[in-house]
């Protein structure tokens, strides 16, 4: 399987715009308790870590299972996190909304088009 030049050269580094985006503003936001911020911003380097292993996984190894399960992890962080960002305050809620909302689309669009050899 090859791998497709869209995803890698095109999608991920705006993925990847939007996790270091975001990441400022989980160190700029202060959230209610310290207990949220520290596991909030592990969520975060966790799914870091997540995005860049999966494809790697996916394309050198081919192994699906690896891949889907960490597919999953990365998506239920994703979510994790979106609900950690309703006990934020409310001065950002809508930067914090709006750049999840775009991850998740961005992702969701990086993987649908790895999963086919014919995009070009």
């Known amino acids: 399987m090859e791998i497709i030049p ?5 999608i991920w580094p705006i993925v990847f715009c939007f ?12 959230i209610q308790t310290p ?7 592990y969520l975060f380097w966790i799914n ?18 690896v891949a889907f399960g960490m597919l999953l992890i990365m998506l239920s962080l994703s979510i994790a996190i979106l609900v950690l960002m309703g006990l934020s305050s409310a001065k950002r ?5 709006s750049f999840y ?6 992702t969701a669009f990086c993987v649908y088009f790895s999963l ?3 995009v070009y």
């Not at 869209?6 to 095109?10: D, G």
């Not at 996790?19 to 202060?30: G, P, R, V």
């Not at 809620?93 to 909304?97: A, G, L, R, S």
């Open 19 to 30: 996790i270091i985006a975001t990441l400022f503003l989980l160190y700029t936001e202060k």
């Open 48 to 65: 870091l870590v997540v995005l860049v292993i999966w494809p790697i996984t996916y394309f050198a190894y081919g192994n699906w299972w």
């Open 116 to 118: 086919y050899d014919n």
């Open 93 to 97: 809620k809508w930067w914090y909304f």
């Open 6 to 10: 869209v995803v890698y050269y095109t």
């Open 101 to 106: 909302s775009v991850y998740v689309l961005w």
């Open 35 to 41: 207990n949220y911020r520290f596991w909030i911003q």
